[in-house]
Protein backbone atom coordinates (compact mmCIF):
# COMPACT_ATOMS: atom_id res chain seq x y z
CA UNK A 1 0.00 0.00 0.00
CA UNK A 2 1.74 3.15 -1.62
CA UNK A 3 1.60 6.59 0.87
CA UNK A 4 -0.48 8.12 -1.77
CA UNK A 5 -2.81 4.71 -1.45
CA UNK A 6 -2.96 5.26 2.61
CA UNK A 7 -3.52 9.21 2.70
CA UNK A 8 -6.30 8.24 -0.01
CA UNK A 9 -7.87 6.19 2.15
CA UNK A 10 -8.63 8.73 4.89
CA UNK A 11 -9.73 11.47 2.80
CA UNK A 12 -11.87 8.79 0.51
CA UNK A 13 -12.97 8.01 4.00
CA UNK A 14 -13.62 11.05 5.32
CA UNK A 15 -15.60 12.21 2.23
CA UNK A 16 -18.14 9.49 1.97
CA UNK A 17 -18.72 9.71 5.98
CA UNK A 18 -19.25 13.50 5.14
CA UNK A 19 -15.88 15.58 5.93
CA UNK A 20 -17.79 17.97 8.46
CA UNK A 21 -19.15 14.72 10.37
CA UNK A 22 -15.36 12.68 10.42
CA UNK A 23 -13.72 15.97 11.22
CA UNK A 24 -15.82 17.37 13.95
CA UNK A 25 -15.59 13.77 15.38
CA UNK A 26 -11.60 13.77 15.74
CA UNK A 27 -11.39 17.03 16.53
CA UNK A 28 -13.98 16.70 19.36
CA UNK A 29 -12.47 13.93 20.75
CA UNK A 30 -9.02 15.58 20.59
CA UNK A 31 -10.07 18.59 22.79
CA UNK A 32 -11.85 16.53 25.25
CA UNK A 33 -8.74 14.17 25.91
CA UNK A 34 -6.59 17.68 25.81
CA UNK A 35 -9.14 19.33 28.54
CA UNK A 36 -9.60 16.13 30.97
CA UNK A 37 -5.40 15.70 30.54
CA UNK A 38 -4.60 19.50 30.98
CA UNK A 39 -5.53 19.46 34.58
CA UNK A 40 -7.94 22.06 33.91
CA UNK A 41 -11.35 19.53 34.29
CA UNK A 42 -12.89 19.22 37.34
CA UNK A 43 -13.28 15.53 38.27
CA UNK A 44 -17.10 15.65 37.32
CA UNK A 45 -16.39 17.42 33.87
CA UNK A 46 -13.88 14.79 33.86
CA UNK A 47 -15.93 11.61 34.96
CA UNK A 48 -18.66 13.50 32.38
CA UNK A 49 -16.16 13.03 29.56
CA UNK A 50 -15.24 9.32 30.45
CA UNK A 51 -18.59 7.85 30.83
CA UNK A 52 -20.88 9.76 27.63
CA UNK A 53 -17.74 8.40 25.47
CA UNK A 54 -17.67 4.80 27.13
CA UNK A 55 -21.34 5.54 26.43
CA UNK A 56 -21.71 6.28 22.76
CA UNK A 57 -18.95 3.41 21.84
CA UNK A 58 -20.66 0.83 24.05
CA UNK A 59 -24.21 1.61 22.80
CA UNK A 60 -23.04 2.15 18.96
CA UNK A 61 -21.13 -1.54 19.30
CA UNK A 62 -24.52 -2.85 21.21
CA UNK A 63 -26.79 -1.60 18.48
CA UNK A 64 -25.09 -2.81 15.46
CA UNK A 65 -24.61 -6.26 16.95
CA UNK A 66 -27.38 -6.88 18.25
CA UNK A 67 -29.77 -4.42 16.43
CA UNK A 68 -28.43 -3.69 12.65
CA UNK A 69 -26.53 -6.89 12.52
CA UNK A 70 -29.62 -9.03 12.49
CA UNK A 71 -31.28 -6.86 10.54
CA UNK A 72 -29.01 -6.51 7.65
CA UNK A 73 -28.15 -10.64 7.90
CA UNK A 74 -31.78 -10.57 6.25
CA UNK A 75 -30.94 -8.74 3.54
CA UNK A 76 -29.22 -10.42 0.12
CA UNK A 77 -25.27 -9.02 -1.04
CA UNK A 78 -25.94 -6.20 -2.69
CA UNK A 79 -28.93 -4.77 -0.28
CA UNK A 80 -25.94 -5.59 2.63
CA UNK A 81 -23.42 -4.40 0.94
CA UNK A 82 -24.88 -0.85 -0.19
CA UNK A 83 -25.60 -0.45 3.61
CA UNK A 84 -21.94 -1.11 4.53
CA UNK A 85 -20.74 1.15 2.14
CA UNK A 86 -23.25 3.53 4.07
CA UNK A 87 -22.29 2.86 7.21
CA UNK A 88 -18.65 1.89 7.51
CA UNK A 89 -17.26 5.50 6.31
CA UNK A 90 -18.74 7.14 9.48
CA UNK A 91 -18.15 4.22 11.88
CA UNK A 92 -14.65 4.12 11.17
CA UNK A 93 -14.40 7.79 12.07
CA UNK A 94 -16.65 7.85 15.43
CA UNK A 95 -15.89 4.00 17.21
CA UNK A 96 -12.05 4.43 17.13
CA UNK A 97 -12.64 8.01 18.80
CA UNK A 98 -14.56 7.40 21.29
CA UNK A 99 -12.56 4.25 22.02
CA UNK A 100 -9.86 6.37 22.78
CA UNK A 101 -11.22 9.09 24.87
CA UNK A 102 -13.17 6.87 26.57
CA UNK A 103 -9.79 4.56 27.36
CA UNK A 104 -7.87 7.98 28.20
CA UNK A 105 -10.21 9.25 30.42
CA UNK A 106 -10.80 5.98 31.90
CA UNK A 107 -7.30 6.03 33.14
CA UNK A 108 -6.34 8.94 34.20
CA UNK A 109 -9.73 9.51 35.71
CA UNK A 110 -8.19 6.22 37.85
CA UNK A 111 -4.95 8.00 38.13
CA UNK A 112 -6.37 11.45 39.62
CA UNK A 113 -9.08 9.42 42.38
CA UNK A 114 -6.23 7.64 43.74
CA UNK A 115 -7.53 4.16 42.53
CA UNK A 116 -4.42 3.78 39.86
CA UNK A 117 -1.47 3.61 42.59
CA UNK A 118 1.72 3.28 40.98
CA UNK A 119 0.74 3.43 37.96
CA UNK A 120 3.53 4.07 35.38
CA UNK A 121 5.19 0.80 35.56
CA UNK A 122 1.82 -0.90 34.53
CA UNK A 123 1.10 1.14 31.95
CA UNK A 124 4.09 0.89 29.98
CA UNK A 125 3.03 -2.47 30.06
CA UNK A 126 -0.10 -1.92 28.82
CA UNK A 127 0.93 -0.36 26.07
CA UNK A 128 3.42 -2.62 24.63
CA UNK A 129 0.20 -5.39 25.04
CA UNK A 130 -1.85 -2.81 22.86
CA UNK A 131 0.44 -1.45 20.49
CA UNK A 132 2.16 -4.29 19.29
CA UNK A 133 -0.37 -7.13 18.99
CA UNK A 134 -2.62 -4.72 17.25
CA UNK A 135 0.10 -3.24 15.09
CA UNK A 136 0.83 -7.01 14.10
CA UNK A 137 -2.94 -8.02 13.58
CA UNK A 138 -3.55 -5.23 11.29
CA UNK A 139 -0.20 -5.78 9.60
CA UNK A 140 -1.58 -9.26 8.53
CA UNK A 141 -5.42 -7.85 7.70
CA UNK A 142 -3.86 -5.46 5.47
CA UNK A 143 -0.89 -7.42 4.00
CA UNK A 144 1.54 -4.85 5.06
CA UNK A 145 3.99 -6.74 6.47
CA UNK A 146 6.05 -6.01 3.44
CA UNK A 147 5.72 -2.30 3.39
CA UNK A 148 8.54 -0.25 4.96
CA UNK A 149 6.29 2.32 6.12
CA UNK A 150 4.49 -0.25 8.60
CA UNK A 151 8.17 -2.19 9.13
CA UNK A 152 9.11 1.59 10.28
CA UNK A 153 6.23 1.78 12.36
CA UNK A 154 6.50 -1.17 14.10
CA UNK A 155 9.72 -0.67 14.76
CA UNK A 156 9.54 2.25 16.26
CA UNK A 157 6.86 1.40 18.84
CA UNK A 158 8.45 -2.04 19.75
CA UNK A 159 11.39 -0.04 20.22
CA UNK A 160 9.69 2.62 22.45
CA UNK A 161 7.13 0.78 24.14
CA UNK A 162 10.06 -2.12 25.34
CA UNK A 163 12.26 0.60 26.45
CA UNK A 164 9.57 2.30 28.67
CA UNK A 165 8.86 -1.43 30.20
CA UNK A 166 12.55 -2.07 30.83
CA UNK A 167 13.46 1.40 32.40
CA UNK A 168 9.86 0.89 34.75
CA UNK A 169 9.41 -2.53 35.11
CA UNK A 170 12.04 -2.51 38.63
CA UNK A 171 9.35 -0.36 39.93
CA UNK A 172 6.31 -2.51 39.25
CA UNK A 173 4.47 -3.27 42.47
CA UNK A 174 0.92 -4.90 42.85
CA UNK A 175 -2.38 -2.73 42.16
CA UNK A 176 -5.73 -3.45 43.02
CA UNK A 177 -7.43 -6.56 41.37
CA UNK A 178 -10.65 -4.68 39.87
CA UNK A 179 -7.45 -2.14 38.02
CA UNK A 180 -5.92 -4.96 36.49
CA UNK A 181 -8.63 -7.22 35.54
CA UNK A 182 -10.38 -3.37 34.23
CA UNK A 183 -6.67 -3.26 32.55
CA UNK A 184 -7.23 -6.78 30.75
CA UNK A 185 -10.60 -5.74 29.50
CA UNK A 186 -9.32 -2.55 27.71
CA UNK A 187 -6.26 -4.75 26.06
CA UNK A 188 -8.67 -7.09 24.65
CA UNK A 189 -10.88 -4.70 23.03
CA UNK A 190 -8.52 -2.61 22.01
CA UNK A 191 -6.56 -5.30 20.08
CA UNK A 192 -9.47 -6.13 18.69
CA UNK A 193 -11.02 -3.19 17.58
CA UNK A 194 -7.68 -1.52 16.25
CA UNK A 195 -6.23 -4.84 15.09
CA UNK A 196 -8.92 -6.27 13.41
CA UNK A 197 -12.22 -4.33 12.94
CA UNK A 198 -10.73 -0.88 11.76
CA UNK A 199 -8.47 -2.81 9.29
CA UNK A 200 -11.02 -4.25 8.54
CA UNK A 201 -13.27 -1.34 7.65
CA UNK A 202 -10.42 -0.12 5.29
CA UNK A 203 -10.46 -3.47 3.06
CA UNK A 204 -14.26 -2.68 2.91
CA UNK A 205 -13.29 0.72 1.72
CA UNK A 206 -10.79 -0.42 -0.68
CA UNK A 207 -13.25 -3.03 -1.73
CA UNK A 208 -16.23 -0.69 -2.07
CA UNK A 209 -13.75 1.90 -4.33
CA UNK A 210 -12.20 -1.02 -6.75
CA UNK A 211 -12.66 -0.85 -10.56
CA UNK A 212 -15.11 -4.02 -10.09
CA UNK A 213 -16.61 -3.95 -6.18
CA UNK A 214 -17.65 -7.28 -5.05
CA UNK A 215 -20.86 -7.44 -2.89
CA UNK A 216 -19.74 -10.48 -1.50
CA UNK A 217 -16.61 -9.75 -0.37
CA UNK A 218 -18.47 -6.06 1.16
CA UNK A 219 -21.20 -8.11 2.86
CA UNK A 220 -18.83 -10.82 4.27
CA UNK A 221 -16.41 -8.27 5.77
CA UNK A 222 -19.32 -5.91 7.14
CA UNK A 223 -21.14 -9.40 8.55
CA UNK A 224 -18.28 -10.37 10.64
CA UNK A 225 -17.59 -6.68 12.51
CA UNK A 226 -21.29 -6.44 12.76
CA UNK A 227 -21.24 -9.62 15.22
CA UNK A 228 -17.15 -8.70 16.46
CA UNK A 229 -19.04 -5.09 17.27
CA UNK A 230 -21.60 -6.95 19.36
CA UNK A 231 -18.86 -9.08 21.17
CA UNK A 232 -17.14 -5.59 22.15
CA UNK A 233 -20.04 -3.98 23.69
CA UNK A 234 -21.14 -7.50 25.45
CA UNK A 235 -17.15 -6.82 27.13
CA UNK A 236 -17.80 -3.59 27.39
CA UNK A 237 -20.86 -3.96 29.49
CA UNK A 238 -18.37 -6.45 31.91
CA UNK A 239 -16.13 -3.53 31.87
CA UNK A 240 -18.49 -1.21 32.98
CA UNK A 241 -19.89 -3.58 35.70
CA UNK A 242 -16.65 -3.40 36.90
CA UNK A 243 -15.24 0.10 36.80
CA UNK A 244 -18.87 0.72 38.79
CA UNK A 245 -17.50 -1.88 41.48
CA UNK A 246 -14.23 -0.22 41.78
CA UNK A 247 -15.93 3.51 42.11
CA UNK A 248 -18.66 2.26 44.78
CA UNK A 249 -15.96 0.31 46.75
CA UNK A 250 -13.92 3.52 46.67
CA UNK A 251 -16.31 5.29 49.37
Do not use: C
Amino acid sequence: MSTRSLRGTISGLGNRANPAFAGAVVAVSLLAVGYIVSGRASVEAHTYVHVMAGLLWTGTDLFIGAVLGPAIGGLDEEQSAAMFTRLTPKTTFFLPSMAFVTIVGGITLAQRLGLFPNSEPWLALFTAANLLPALLLAGWRLDAFGDRRWQALFAVSAVGSLAWVATTIGDLQSIPLLISLSLGIVTLLSVQGFGFLLPGEIRMYQEITSADPDAAIISRIGARNAKLGGVQGVMQLVLIGVMVSLRWGSF
